[in-house]
């Protein structure tokens, strides 16, 4: 294991370490959130936890989950006690860029409704702004994309549809990603605001105001970031 996912590991592990018997658990998606599911799956083999439920933010998620032995049950309006998950960019604020990997509407479906929100993250997605290494993932519709693609770089000029080969990612969710690359300066709320008004738009990428605390590992060790 490189250092990178040493650092993440470890930042897993202390996000799990508030997981209590009886919660029910959002499952991030993502490199860094594999290692919490995995470890829930150790933990609960363990007899350390029980009676977990998690509710994944995806289908690989999902499959991880089940594999590890962590049920897993579909979204319903029952709150979590706690979601887990890494995040593309996190900003002095926990405010937070996420869905490089192609989970981003799942994803907040699933932690809008976690009592807290804990991030874990290597040092190297701390930014000054959103934006200042990420691009902005914005899920759009499959039909009529070409249109929507010409709002959004009216709106955020630059930008490209995500296309890892000869044809367009598309999401669990049968959709297509848009990643916007954001201008030096901008409000995050008013940008989120005009974006989710688009025509075509799903929803983004900004986790604004959501995630209660991070862990970030770094070289001298994991780091615990709190909002306000």
């Known amino acids: 294991m490189g250092d990178l996912e040493t650092l993440k590991k470890e930042a897993a592990l202390r996000a799990v370490a508030l997981v209590e018997s009886g919660m029910r658990v959002g499952l991030g998606t993502g490199s860094t959130a594999k290692y919490a599911i995995e470890e829930l799956g150790r933990r609960l083999a363990a ?75 290597d040092h190297t997605k701390l930014v000054t702004r959103l934006g200042e290494k990420a691009p902005l993932p914005v899920e759009i519709t499959r039909f009529g994309f070409l249109s929507t693609v010409e709002r959004l770089r009216a709106l955020v000029p630059g930008g490209r549809l995500r296309q890892p080969g000869a044809q367009p990612y598309v999401t669990d969710n049968g959709n297509y990603i848009y990643d916007a690359q954001l201008p030096a300066a901008f409000e995050p709320l008013e940008l989120e605001r005009q974006l989710k008004g688009t025509l075509g738009v799903v929803e983004t990428g900004f986790f604004l105001g959501m995630a209660d605390v991070a862990f970030v590992a770094t070289p001298e060790g994991v780091r615990e970031i709190r909002r306000g």
Do not use: W
């Open 47 to 121: 007899g350390e936890l029980r009676d977990i439920v998690g509710v994944a933010t995806s289908e690989a998620s999902e499959a991880l989950a089940r594999e590890v032995g962590v049920p897993v049950q579909p979204l319903d309006p029952r709150p979590l006690d706690l979601a887990i998950d890494g995040a593309d960019e996190i900003d002095p604020d926990l405010n937070l860029i996420k869905g490089l990997g192609g989970a981003l509407l799942r994803e907040k479906l699933t932690e809008v409704q976690a009592r807290r929100l804990v991030i874990i993250a």
